[in-house]
């Protein structure tokens, strides 16, 4: 008797442990290609405006219940002041799948003055950022565009509802923007 439950114990341990290791965060789902997990992402920035080969690096995870957050270098004082005199919070936002490989984002971050004077630290207005894009090349990359929406706030305690249908967002000055972005995976200790 003592050698069956050994023996059942034994079995149920190791199918445990092969549950433990599942699939690969680099595969297919039922669905389609996985999005879930954490991303290195590059927004590549109009060279006219910032030099060749400039890039704004984020990191951003995907959660499986359809969220998004993203923290960049925006959220701690990010591009220098003769470009932008706003500082961000992180963006948090939501994701959808539109076919097997492809992808829509949305995301909104508080935007504060950051200029010295009267109004630094002040909320300046809202930032909607929109996201398409598709697995390129394999399962651990992806590329597409993002366009970056202001929504001015007439004083830091009146800004407007960006839900709401008829807010007034005015596309930033950059225009569209090209990303491409990797998973980050488990580096050997």
């Known amino acids: 008797m003592k050698r069956k439950v050994f023996l059942a114990a034994a079995l149920f341990l190791v199918l ?9 965060a680099a595969t297919q789902g039922p669905e389609g ?3 879930t997990g954490v991303w290195h992402w590059q927004n590549v920035m ?27 270098s925006l959220a701690f004082g990010g591009l220098p002041l003769a470009y932008s005199p ?4 992180p963006f948090y936002g939501v994701w959808e799948r539109t076919g097997p490989h492809e ?5 909104l971050s508080l935007r504060f ?3 010295p004077g009267d109004l630094a630290g002040n909320l300046a207005g809202i930032v909607r950022a929109r996201a398409q894009f598709t697995f390129a090349d394999d399962f651990d990359h992806i590329a597409g565009t993002i366009h970056l929406d202001g929504l001015a706030c007439p004083t830091p305690l009146t800004c407007p509802d960006p839900m709401a249908p008829d807010a007034l967002w ?3 000055a950059m225009g569209e923007l090209s990303f491409h972005a990797a998973r980050i995976s488990v580096v050997p200790y």
Request: one cysteine or more; proline letters at 9%.
């Open 16 to 24: 445990g442990v092969m549950g433990l290791h599942g699939q690969q």
């Open 33 to 35: 290609a996985v999005l």
């Open 46 to 72: 109009p060279p006219a405006m910032f030099g060749p080969n400039a890039v704004l690096p984020s990191l951003l995870t995907f959660h499986n219940d359809g969220t998004v957050m993203c923290s960049d």
């Open 86 to 89: 706003y500082t961000y919070t």
């Open 103 to 107: 992808f829509i984002a949305t995301w």
């Open 113 to 115: 003055f950051r200029t």
């Open 170 to 172: 005015v596309p930033f």
